[in-house]
């Protein structure tokens, strides 16, 4: 596994790593400890979506950005994602922004 994004928490300071095995880990610094995971779901094909790009929404959202250009958001309270959007092109997303305003995030 090698890690390719590590964003932190503004809110509550968790450290949140992506790799490309798919998975998003928190890290509690003051623990010490991996609190919590999720697992990006696989393609069509069942190959494992690697994480080019990690971004906090706020204290419970996170946004994941994959090698093959969709943006999965997650509740970090749960493992099943909110929302995944493909952008059609097949490239890493390399950078995740958020307008803010009525029906965002």
């Given at each position: 596994n090698d890690v390719t994004t590590i964003v932190t928490s503004e809110d509550h300071y968790l450290v949140s790593v992506g790799g490309s095995n798919g998975m998003v880990e928190c890290w509690d610094p003051r623990a010490r400890s991996c609190i919590g995971f999720v697992q990006t779901p696989k393609d069509d094909n069942g190959n494992i979506r690697g994480i080019s790009k990690v971004q906090y929404i706020n204290?419970?959202?996170?946004?994941?950005?994959?090698?093959?250009?969709?943006?999965?958001?997650?509740?970090?309270?749960?493992?099943?994602?909110?929302?995944?959007?493909?952008?059609?092109?097949?490239?890493?997303?390399?950078?995740?922004?958020?307008?803010?305003?009525?029906?965002?995030?």
């Open positions: 204290g419970l959202k996170i946004a994941a950005g994959t090698e093959d250009g969709r943006i999965i958001i997650y509740d970090l309270r749960q493992t099943r994602p909110l929302v995944v959007k493909d952008h059609m092109y097949e490239l890493p997303i390399n950078e995740i922004h958020f307008n803010e305003g009525p029906g965002s995030f």
